[in-house]
């Protein structure tokens, strides 16, 4: 059974740093896209980085050049690191799979192939 368990979350002040990791459990990253969206209560969930299996990587336009997404495969386990941090990206984070290698090429937003997702970590960022 596919499984994800993220850890790491906690409050961070502004400019900080703060990194999330993700255990998947039930199958390794060979021909997955992983990736790490976020949401306000009330807002659209937002693509912060997709990652694939080859071990690329994109993101949403506000994690440019502060977050790196990537996958340690020898410990099943994607990341997210944050640097920079502002109070914007006080949100909940959330890791997700999906199995069909070809969903890298979708655009960042597009949710509908992940078929698995975290439980979700709240990150207070504080100013």
Avoid at 66 to 76: C, I, V
Wanted: with cysteine; charged share 15%; hydrophobic share 30%.
């Amino acid at each position: 059974q596919v499984h994800l368990v993220e850890s790491g979350g906690g409050s961070v002040q502004s400019g900080g740093s703060l990194r999330l990791s993700c255990e998947a459990s039930g199958f390794t990253f060979e021909k997955y896209v992983m990736a790490w969206f976020r949401q306000t209560p009330g807002k659209e969930r937002e693509a912060v980085a997709v990652i694939n299996y080859v071990h690329h990587s994109k993101y949403g336009g506000s994690a440019q050049g502060r977050f790196t997404g990537y996958l340690d495969n020898a410990k099943n386990t994607l990341y997210l690191q944050m640097h920079s941090m502002r109070h914007a990206d006080n949100d909940s984070y959330y890791c997700t799979a999906s199995r069909v290698a070809e969903f890298w090429f979708q655009p960042i937003h597009i949710r509908y192939e992940y078929n698995c997702w975290g439980q979700a970590t709240p990150v207070p960022v504080s100013s």
